[in-house]
């Protein structure tokens, strides 16, 4: 029996031995992989080719993609002159001169002609939403739709997503007035519930409820306000205001959106 337990002992001893050796034997093959893995350094000289071909593509995208001024065609002015006595704060002081081109892609032109409308007033007081992008922008009567009083939209569907360099808007322009809580807007969601990013805002004091914007309040006349999109992308345009220094209507005769299809 004694013999027979002494064996035992010397088996578990042994395998004890051997599991104390193991990891000291792996942690000596790893301190050793570095030196006997000469076949890796060849890796390096096969991986540099993809990320050295990669810039010429950016090079061929910007020749075709040269800048042009973009085409405004404007209507007849309704007024001459500086208008006085509009009391609204952070208000642009008009250029005295007409506003310098605005450059886009070769190729840009206004997605939004003729494209569908809808607006938080589904009934205009006068005219229909259809006069928003009917190309026509003369400042007369029949030339504009009126909404309802306080914060109102119109929503322009593009039909397909464009990447968007600048919208120009013609509120009103018979008479100097200022409209309040500009804002405008670009989606990929119709309901604006998501994706939305906001291009212009000079409701300083968030009395809109769409979070406060940095932008300054300005003057209608028939150049209308150039928005500088930035090449955004999206399908929906919508523009918010709520009333003019005039009354509390929202008025809209043109919004042009200036958009290239994307590829
Ligand atoms: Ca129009
Ligand atoms: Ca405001």
């Given at each position: 029996?004694?013999?027979?337990?002494?064996?035992?002992?010397?088996?578990?001893?042994?395998?004890?031995?051997?599991?104390?050796?193991?990891?000291?034997?792996?942690?000596?093959?790893?301190t050793?992989?570095?030196?006997?893995?000469p076949?890796?350094?060849?890796?390096?000289?096969?991986?540099?080719?993809?990320?050295?071909?990669?810039?010429?593509?950016?090079?061929?995208?910007?020749?075709?993609?040269?800048?042009?001024?973009?085409?405004?065609?404007?209507?007849?002015?309704?007024?001459?002159?500086?208008?006085?006595?509009?009391?609204?704060?952070?208000l642009?002081?008009?250029?005295?001169?007409?506003?310098?081109?605005?450059?886009?892609?070769?190729?840009?032109?206004?997605?939004?002609?003729?494209k569908?409308?809808?607006?938080?007033?589904?009934?205009?007081?006068?005219?229909?939403?259809?006069?928003?992008?009917?190309?026509?922008?003369?400042?007369?009567?029949?030339?504009?739709?009126?909404?309802?009083?306080?914060?109102?939209?119109?929503?322009?569907?593009?039909?397909a997503?464009?990447?968007?360099?600048a919208?120009?808007?013609?509120?009103?322009?018979?008479?100097?007035?200022?409209?309040?809580?500009?804002?405008?807007?670009?989606?990929?969601?119709?309901?604006?519930?998501s994706?939305?990013?906001?291009?212009?805002?000079?409701?300083?004091?968030?009395?809109?409820?769409?979070?406060?914007?940095?932008d300054?309040?300005?003057?209608?006349?028939?150049?209308?306000?150039l928005?500088?999109?930035?090449?955004?992308?999206?399908?929906?345009?919508?523009?918010?205001?709520?009333?003019?220094?005039?009354?509390?209507?929202?008025?809209?005769?043109?919004?042009?959106?200036?958009?290239?299809?994307?590829?």
């Open positions: 029996m004694r013999g027979l337990t002494f064996i035992c002992f010397a088996i578990a001893g042994s395998l004890v031995l051997q599991a104390c050796q193991k990891p000291a034997q792996q942690e000596q093959a790893k050793l992989a570095p030196v006997a893995a076949s890796e350094t060849k890796q390096p000289e096969q991986a540099p080719p993809p990320e050295q071909v990669k810039p010429s593509a950016p090079a061929a995208q910007s020749q075709s993609e040269q800048l042009m001024p973009i085409d405004i065609k404007l209507p007849k002015p309704m007024f001459v002159g500086t208008p006085t006595n509009i009391a609204v704060e952070n642009e002081q008009p250029l005295g001169h007409p506003r310098p081109p605005f450059l886009a892609p070769a190729g840009t032109k206004n997605v939004a002609l003729k569908p409308v809808t607006s938080s007033d589904e009934q205009p007081i006068i005219g229909e939403l259809s006069l928003v992008t009917d190309g026509d922008k003369e400042g007369g009567e029949g030339s504009f739709v009126e909404l309802g009083p306080g914060v109102q939209y119109v929503t322009i569907d593009l039909k997503r464009y990447t968007i360099y919208i120009v808007v013609w509120h009103y322009h018979k008479q100097p007035v200022v409209y309040h809580d500009v804002i405008v807007q670009a989606s990929d969601d119709r309901a604006f519930g994706s939305v990013q906001t291009l212009f805002n000079n409701d300083i004091n968030n009395s809109s409820r769409k979070g406060a914007g940095k300054m309040s300005y003057v209608e006349t028939a150049e209308g306000k928005i500088d999109a930035k090449g955004v992308q999206a399908r929906y345009v919508r523009l918010y205001s709520r009333g003019n220094t005039s009354n509390d209507l929202n008025h809209y005769i043109e919004v042009e959106v200036y958009g290239k299809a994307l590829q």
